[in-house]
C-alpha cells in the first residue's frame, strides 16, 4: 500500500539544524514530487517548498530560503528535508506529501521542537 | 509572495449548506490556481477532499463540491454532518511555482 513514513520527534536548540526524512513505499518514488508543509502550534499550515525526486529540482518557499534544503535519496526511496540556524519559530510539525494526483498521500508529520 | 484569504470560522446546522471561499491577493482565482482544499481535525494530518478546483479523492463525501464562485475558489458542503466539523484550508498555486495555503476556516456544526 502507498504510504509516507517520517522519521521520528526531534527536540533541537536554537541555531542547531534538523534532518527531517520521508520514506516513501508503494508507488514508483520518482513519478511523484514531494511537497513539504508545516504547522506550528495552533497555527495554519505553511508550504515550504518541493523536491522532484526524478532530478532532484526544488522550489523552496521565499520564506525558507538559504535555510532549508531538500534532498533525496534514490536507493531508499526517502527524501530529507533540512532546515538550518533554528529559532523557537520553527517549532511545528512537519509534513510531507506527494502529487500529482492531489496530494492524496500525507506522511504521519514529525514534530520538531527548538527550545 | 501572495495572500490567501478564507473566513476564519462560520457555523453550520447539521443538514444545512455552507460554502467557504478561498481568494488571492493578486486578483480572481481561476482554474490556474489549481485550487485544493484540504479538511483536518483536531491532532490529524490534513487530508485533501478537493484538488484542481472540483476534482474529489475516493474518500471525499458526495456533499463536499469545489468550484470557481466569483473572483473565489469554494467548498460547499451541503447536509452537514457533526462529523465536518474541522478546520478547512485552501490551496492555490502560482506562475512560480510556490503555491501558498489560506489561513483555514474553522468550521462549526451545530
Known amino acids: 500500500q502507498v504510504q509516507l513514513v517520517q522519521s521520528g520527534a526531534e527536540v533541537k536548540k536554537p541555531g542547531a539544524s534538523v534532518k527531517v526524512s520521508c520514506k516513501a513505499s508503494g508507488y514508483t518514488f520518482t513519478s511523484y514530487y514531494m511537497h513539504w508543509v508545516r504547522q506550528a502550534p495552533g497555527q495554519g499550515l505553511e508550504w515550504m517548498g518541493i523536491i522532484h525526486p526524478s532530478g532532484g529540482s526544488t522550489n523552496y518557499a521565499q520564506k525558507f530560503q538559504g535555510r532549508v534544503t531538500m534532498t533525496r535519496d534514490m536507493s531508499t526511496s526517502t527524501v530529507y528535508m533540512e532546515l538550518s540556524s533554528l529559532r523557537s519559530e520553527d517549532t511545528a510539525v512537519y509534513y510531507c506529501?506527494?502529487?500529482?494526483?492531489?496530494?492524496?498521500?500525507w506522511g504521519q508529520g514529525t514534530t520538531v521542537t527548538v527550545s | 509572495q501572495a495572500v490567501v484569504t478564507q473566513e476564519p470560522s462560520l457555523t453550520v446546522s447539521p443538514g444545512g449548506t455552507v460554502t467557504l471561499t478561498c481568494g488571492s491577493s493578486t486578483g480572481a482565482v481561476t482554474s490556474g490556481h489549481y485550487p485544493y482544499w484540504f479538511q483536518q481535525k483536531p491532532g490529524q494530518a490534513p487530508r485533501t477532499l478537493i484538488y484542481?478546483?472540483?476534482n474529489k479523492h475516493s474518500w471525499t463525501p458526495a456533499r463536499f463540491s469545489g468550484s470557481l464562485l466569483g473572483a473565489k475558489a469554494a467548498l460547499t458542503l451541503s447536509g452537514a454532518q457533526p462529523e465536518d466539523e474541522a478546520e478547512y484550508y485552501c490551496l492555490l498555486s502560482y506562475s512560480d511555482g510556490r503555491p501558498v495555503f489560506g489561513g483555514g476556516t474553522k468550521l462549526t456544526v451545530l
Open positions: 484542481d478546483t472540483k
Open positions: 506529501a506527494r502529487n500529482p494526483g492531489g496530494m492524496d498521500v
